[in-house]
């Protein structure tokens, strides 16, 4: 690997963390100066970080700029799903990726989400690092060799709802064919194995090999969860 390419995997490897950073300190998305500042980098050097992380999917900046818009599981825009810290309160780009925010700070956690469905509002309660039982399911529209085609239209299908009813309801509404139903509890076992080293300082992302293993370690193994 030439020096050149390391220099630039630095560079994106600090932003991100940044970037997560900035989203857990402030609750919101660091536009391109915030990151400049804290970096102490070129705005230049941030926007050409940020739009290789952007190409890569690892996340999305705003129509137009490079300002941050969202960080898988953060958004920087407002979603149905709100987690709840303390005092604090942020945006997540899906119900699925609501788990991941408190997985991330290893705090408990209040997300308040909608049933993909009928939009009857959802509570889901973290607590000492496991998720309160309830009936909620997890639907996953899309199957994990299409995920990277369009990481938003994904993430926008990775939905909470009320009842394996109301999941087939929304299906047949939306011609959308009826994907994987997860419970709540093996939804946080699954966010748990995506989110939990994300902030260490030497987390890059994973090989397909790599998810392929997370995958097979939670016995997710049929069709959907292949990679190709
Ligand atoms: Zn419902």
Redesign the pocket.
């Known amino acids: 690997m030439s020096q050149e390419v390391i220099s630039r995997n630095q560079i994106d490897n600090r932003l991100r963390r940044q970037v997560y950073q900035h989203f857990i300190d402030t609750g919101r998305a660091p536009t391109v100066l915030d990151l400049a500042t804290k970096l102490d980098l070129t705005a230049e050097d941030i926007k050409r970080s940020c739009q290789r992380l952007s190409e890569q999917q690892s996340l999305l900046v705003k129509p137009g700029g490079c300002d941050i818009w969202m960080a898988m599981p953060f958004s920087g825009a407002p979603t149905p799903h709100r987690v709840k810290i303390g005092d604090k309160e942020w945006y997540a780009v899906s119900a699925w990726d609501a788990l991941g925010i408190p997985v991330m700070m290893k705090s408990d956690a209040l997300i308040q989400t909608v049933?993909?469905?009928?939009?009857?509002p959802l509570e889901i309660e973290i607590s000492r690092n496991k998720v309160a039982e309830s009936s909620h399911l997890f639907h996953f529209a899309v199957p994990v060799r299409d995920w990277w085609d369009n990481i938003l239209y994904t993430s926008s299908t990775m939905s909470l709802?009320?009842?394996d009813a109301?999941i087939s309801?929304w299906c047949s509404k939306h011609g959308v064919e009826k994907g994987v139903v997860m419970t709540l509890s093996d939804g946080w076992k699954f966010a748990l194995a995506w989110f939990e080293d994300r902030l260490d300082p030497d987390w890059r992302w994973r090989s397909s090999g790599e998810i392929r293993e997370i995958f097979a370690s939670l016995g997710l193994t049929d069709e959907f969860w292949r990679m190709t």
Do not use: K
């Not at 049933?115 to 009857?120: E, I, P």
């Open positions: 049933c993909g469905d009928c939009g009857r709802f009320d009842s109301h309801n």
